[in-house]
């Protein structure tokens, strides 16, 4: 049983984590000025949990983590946020993951400290990817939330750890992933208006944009639907399920990816007939996204511990690991692109000039990395 459950685990991350044009690259020299947006912006970040609701008997409560931005004078008492992997687990799962792979993650942000008084601030709803959990792109997230964003990151648990590595029946959809990404809006929007609540003040529900990885860039572009929702971000993207939103969309990738190639992030690229950019970044792969990158780069992690163990096969390790080798940039070099390029969308279209257009990278920007913009006003 553990060794099967390990397998199935590993499998699930492994394919998860599944006009005119103008286009431009950026150099690989050496710059020491960061660009903005690409580094941790003016605003601490706190984190808090919203409890979602039950999502049955089976796969339990659902909840959502959230982001946002701190008072920055009243952080005292708030611990530094983190998580260790196991934390991220089904239950069944937390006590089989050795001390030694059992990564912690330290994150640029602060639990539970009262909002800043400067909101409210725009919402930026998060999904997931195939397999994932809510707090994987914690570094991300938290880097977003720092340049004024409320970032929330809710549980897609009939695609997530728990139902696909129990092989429970939860059938996932888009239906219900929209439903989920819905509902985690509501509970921002309810907890900003909660005196006792830390995100009191906090949210702008009608300031609104969706953002996800893999399987979730899809309910991201489903989101699009939505009337308050007005623009989408998908890093290494599905496409939507049905017709393609005219509203203005981006879409990242990394050329080094083999779960969601380049050349089908092109292809959903090319569905969108409204405002849209397509940023392409060189080297990196499908999991550099995620915290877990980090982990797995140190010899630690659950795909590490599976890979020495021998549960999974050769061909689905190089999935698991895919943009996490010791061969591929570090993911601290890799998310400042796409935390730059996200911010840039957030801001043109939530509140700024929605007709900008995506800056390509100027020379040294982005060290070690080729970024090419292509984009339809």
């Not at 941790?40 to 949990?49: H, I, L, R, S």
């Not at 959230?66 to 530094?80: I, N």
């Not at 909101?119 to 004024?148: D, K, Q, T």
């Not at 997530?160 to 509501?186: E, F, I, R, Y």
Request: glycine share 10%.
């Amino acid at each position: 049983m553990r060794s099967h459950r390990l397998a199935a685990l590993v499998a699930v991350a492994a394919t998860a984590l599944a006009a005119g044009c103008s286009s431009s690259s950026g150099s690989t020299t050496t710059s020491t000025t960061p660009p903005p947006f690409a580094h941790q912006g003016p605003d601490a970040v706190g984190v808090t949990t919203l409890d979602l609701g039950s999502a049955g008997p089976v796969l339990g409560e659902r909840l959502a983590t959230v982001f946002y931005p701190a008072d920055a004078a009243r952080l005292s008492g708030h611990a530094a946020f983190s998580y260790t992997e196991a934390s991220t687990l089904p239950t069944a799962l937390q006590g089989i993951l050795p001390a030694r792979y059992n990564t912690t993650e330290t994150i640029d942000a602060y639990v539970g400290p009262p909002a800043s008084t400067k909101g409210p601030f725009p919402v930026v709803l998060f999904s997931h990817g195939y397999g994932g959990e809510r707090l994987y792109y914690s570094h991300l997230l938290a880097g977003i939330a720092s340049w004024g964003y409320v970032v929330v990151s809710a549980d897609y648990l009939e695609r997530g750890l728990a139902a696909q590595t129990l092989k429970l029946t939860a059938t996932p959809s888009a239906a219900q992933d929209s439903a989920v990404m819905a509902s985690s809006l509501t509970a921002v929007e309810h907890a900003s208006a909660d005196p006792s609540s830390p995100l009191s003040g906090a949210a702008n529900p009608h300031e609104v944009a969706a953002v996800g990885h893999s399987a979730g860039g899809g309910t991201a572009f489903n989101a699009l639907a939505a009337p308050s929702v007005r623009t989408a971000v998908g890093w290494a993207p599905v496409g939507p399920t049905g017709t393609p939103s005219t509203k203005p969309v981006m879409l990242i990738g990394a050329e080094g990816d083999t779960v969601v190639p380049p050349a089908t992030v092109r292809t959903t690229y090319a569905s969108f007939h409204g405002p849209k950019a397509l940023v392409e970044i060189s080297g990196e792969g499908h999991n550099t996204y995620t915290d877990i990158c980090t982990g797995i780069r140190s010899g630690g992690g659950l795909i590490s511990y599976a890979i020495s163990a021998g549960f999974v096969s050769a061909s689905l390790a190089e999935l698991g690991i895919n943009g996490c080798q010791a061969k591929d940039l570090a993911p601290e070099r890799f998310w400042p692109i796409v935390q730059y390029y996200t911010v840039i969308q957030l801001e043109n279209q939530l509140g700024g000039d929605a007709s900008a257009t995506i800056p390509s990278p100027a020379p040294g920007q982005f060290p070690g990395f080729t970024v090419t913009v292509t984009q339809s006003r």
